[in-house]
């Protein structure tokens, strides 16, 4: 037996049928399926002529079903069903999950996030694992191409077509130095910073950073002594040294009781800047990728809570940090 070629069904014929086979009247399975009578009649006449079987016959008590159409009533009631399920969108349970979610991150973001995110994902779905990777050049490819479902960021990173950032909190820049550093006592302009050491960190390995394109604005050139991919490693050379670093405000507070360190207001315009976490747009309606961005942006805001003191609900964007945070 040939297979029927279903473009040649009207499958738009298949919610009037169910209608009418659990209705067994034309009027309100026409309601059911937003016909009129006459038009539900239209319908059931093409049925019966397509299915060669009257489907619906008088009775004393109304209408009932034929033989056939008492044997293909559960079938097509399971048909609808099974249709519906593909358009409905299917239930989502993290505590199910078995998956590795890989993540680009530095040790800003795995010593300030990652803790307190693998805390929850502990408890909310121990079946999904991490691995944090370190940044390359062509990080954002391989989040376009499912290499790795998410990535840190700023928000002044350029993102290729296909990224798209969600913001996790807001920070700024803070100048770090030591507490006995010569300068400390000092209202830092663009001049006085400009002859101090800097210790920068360049995650990329290039020279173009954030900081460096707004000190530009004010025609001021940083003086480059030392240059790291970890953030960590510059709080310590600025702890041991009398460099200076202008790094998130966030992360240098958490760590300046225990390097020694003070933290300044830096010579920069609009000081402010956004952490975000990217992945690919194509990905945005993974359950999996959506939860964990939730996720990290609520651990992010209980982070900043706790470093700051604000108070702020962690799951709505927070505020800037004020200026006068020591």
């Known amino acids: 037996m040939r297979d029927l070629n279903l473009a040649s069904v009207d499958l738009n014929l298949l919610p009037a049928l169910e209608a009418l086979l659990r209705r067994r009247h034309v009027t309100r399975a026409g309601e059911d399926v937003g016909l009129s009578q006459s038009a539900m009649s239209h319908v059931l006449a093409r049925l019966r002529e397509v299915l060669k079987d009257d489907l619906l016959v008088r009775s004393p008590s109304g209408l009932a079903l034929t033989s056939r159409a008492e044997e293909l009533a559960p079938r097509v009631a399971a048909v609808l069903s099974a249709a519906r399920g593909i358009y409905r969108p299917a239930p989502f349970d993290v505590s199910k999950v078995r998956r590795e979610m890989q993540i680009v991150a530095c040790d800003m973001h795995t010593v300030l996030f990652i803790p307190k995110v693998m805390e929850r994902i502990r408890r909310e779905a ?66 006085e910073y400009a002859t101090w050491e800097n210790v920068v960190v360049s995650i990329f390995g290039d020279d173009g950073s ?25 709080l310590a050379t600025v702890a041991a040294t009398d460099m200076i670093a202008t790094t998130s405000r966030l992360f240098a507070k958490s760590f300046a009781k225990s390097f020694g360190l003070i ?7 609009h000081p402010q800047f956004t952490q975000t976490i990217v992945t690919s747009a194509l990905r945005m309606n993974d359950p999996v990728i959506a939860w964990l961005i939730g996720l990290i942006r609520e651990v992010a805001g209980e982070v900043q809570s706790k470093v ?17 945070d020591p």
């Not at 394109?213 to 240059?227: F, H, N, P, Y």
């Not at 003191?309 to 927070?318: E, F, L």
Request: hydrophobic share 35%.
């Open 308 to 324: 700051i003191g604000n108070k702020s609900d962690p799951r709505r964007r927070v505020q800037i940090l004020g200026a006068d």
């Open 263 to 269: 933290l300044k207001e830096p010579p920069l315009p």
């Open 126 to 191: 121990p079946n999904v694992q991490m691995s944090v990777q370190n940044y390359t050049r062509n990080v954002f490819a391989r989040l376009i191409d499912g290499g790795v479902d998410l990535a840190f960021a700023g928000a002044h990173t350029p993102l290729p077509p296909g990224a798209v950032s969600t913001p996790i909190c807001e920070d700024r820049y803070a100048l770090v130095m030591r507490e006995k550093h010569p300068a400390s006592a000092k209202k830092w302009t663009t001049a």
């Open 210 to 234: 954030d900081v460096d394109a707004r000190l530009a604005k004010s025609g001021t050139v940083r003086r480059i002594g030392l240059s790291t991919p970890h953030f960590m490693a510059s």
